[in-house]
Nanobody, 131 residues
């Protein structure tokens, strides 16, 4: 079992920044690839970013050219059992509940983007971006 707890959400003006954190406990954190997803009211949960277990590979959503490219950065500190999502240049359309998730072992570009490939989920942290 892996327990995940997100933090760092809040209310921010458009153009602002937030850093989300996801603290993990339980099994060996460095064994798990980690992902961030988000879900806005009335919409499906969507992939944002993922990082491999050792942090050597990262994956970002590419729904459109401006979705997260250059604005969001995923990172992890295995010594602190924590994964981060740095979000800059926030837009009102980034408003959503953000969830971190863990999947054991390796991750591919395809599996990183699939919510069904993750075994453990946090409770989410709300991000609200005002215009």
């Amino acid at each position: 079992q892996v327990q995940l707890v997100e933090s760092g959400g809040g209310l921010v003006q458009a153009g602002g920044s937030l850093r989300l954190s996801c603290a993990a406990s339980g099994r060996t954190f460095s064994y798990y690839a980690m992902g961030w997803f988000r879900q806005a009211p009335g919409k499906e949960r969507e992939f944002v970013a993922a990082i491999s277990s050792r942090g050597s590979s990262t994956y970002y959503a590419t729904y459109d050219a401006d979705f997260v490219k250059g604005r969001f950065t995923i990172s992890r500190d295995n010594a602190k059992n924590t994964v981060y999502l740095q979000m800059n240049g926030l837009k009102p359309e980034d408003t959503a509940a953000y969830y971190c998730a863990a999947r054991p072992s390796t991750v591919t570009a395809a599996s990183a983007r699939s919510a069904r490939s993750y075994d453990y989920w946090g409770q989410g942290t709300q991000v609200t971006v005002s215009s």
